[in-house]
């Protein structure tokens, strides 16, 4: 079981303002994973990282950037936040192995008015 | 296109047994995984199959065809507890996850 934490974890906040969600995991794990969720729908990946220094988009990243300075530290910016943006984002880390399995901190519920 | 399909919703009644579908069409296949979602929280691990056959972890079965592109998960004396979504999800062959939207499954006492 992964200890993975997210912060904050309800933001209500204006059109344009840059806003940036934490994540952090204490396991160790190598990879790393955004994802925006909306009620009812399926997970959508926004970026993910192999490890220190390395970055990927997903399917939705176009208007957010992630950083991976150190192992446990995964977090995600919004430069410009609009209301398009309101969602359930979801943080997850997983090991390489053969089973990779992901593991999913809590969320943050982002609402932008 | 890739495309997980599973039921939206389903009831059932505690200390039943539920079968919950999924089929999947991906580019390649590197595994299936089950998780379980209760609202307003975050998906948490049930099950992995990569073999084709039964896994069995407790109250929880999950089964999977390769060639039918077909897995389920079996829930057996159900519990009020496990009222949640579940949801589906395969590994393509870019070691990437493909999420189906998740069955929201009612649990009546």
């Known amino acids: 079981e992964a200890d993975i934490y997210q912060t904050p974890r309800y933001l209500v906040i204006g059109t344009g303002k840059k806003i940036t969600l934490e994540c952090s995991q204490t396991m160790g794990h190598d990879k790393m994973y955004w994802y925006q969720q909306d009620p009812g729908m399926e997970l959508h990946l926004i970026h993910y990282s192999y490890g220190v220094n390395s970055t990927e988009k997903g399917d939705l990243s176009s208007e957010s950037t992630v950083s991976r300075i150190r192992t446990e530290h995964f977090p995600l910016t919004l430069e410009s936040a609009r209301p398009s943006h309101t969602s359930q984002y979801l943080c997850?880390?997983?090991?390489?192995?053969?089973?990779?399995?992901?593991?999913f901190g809590p969320g943050t519920r982002l609402l932008v008015l | 296109g890739q495309n997980i399909d599973q039921p939206t919703e389903m009831t059932a009644t505690e200390g039943a047994i539920v079968q919950i579908n999924c089929t999947y069409q991906?580019?390649?296949?590197?595994?299936l995984f089950w998780y379980q979602q209760h609202a307003g929280e975050a998906p948490t691990f049930l099950s992995y199959n990569v073999l084709d056959g039964l896994e069995e972890k407790g109250r929880f079965s999950s089964f999977l065809s390769r060639s039918k592109g077909y897995s389920y998960l079996l829930l057996k004396e159900l519990q009020m507890k496990d009222s949640a979504s579940y949801l589906c999800?395969?590994?393509?062959?870019?070691?990437?996850?493909?999420w189906g939207a998740g069955t929201k499954l009612i649990i009546k006492p």
């Open positions: 997850a880390s997983s090991e390489f192995t053969d089973q990779e399995t992901q593991y």
């Open positions: 999800a395969v590994r393509d062959s870019n070691y990437q996850l493909i």
């Open positions: 991906t580019s390649g296949f590197n595994g």
